[in-house]
């Protein structure tokens, strides 16, 4: 996952700079979905926060 990835990064903030754990990448992943679909009920672009959300998804394993 990239540094700067959505999800890497809630994921460190949650545990406090540490190396996060599975559910914090997954919490990362549930308010990264969310933001992207409030993104597109307001008709705004998601085109790059849609890469970041595959190369997590893909990365924990789903």
Request: aromatic share 12%.
């Amino acid at each position: 996952m990239q540094n700067n990835n959505f999800v890497l990064l809630t994921a460190l903030q949650l545990s406090g700079g540490k190396k996060p754990k599975r559910w914090q990448y997954e919490y990362g992943l549930n308010l990264l979905a969310r933001y992207i679909n409030q993104r597109k009920v307001m008709g705004l672009d998601v085109t790059g926060l849609m890469d970041e959300y595959r190369e997590a998804y893909t990365k924990l394993g789903y």
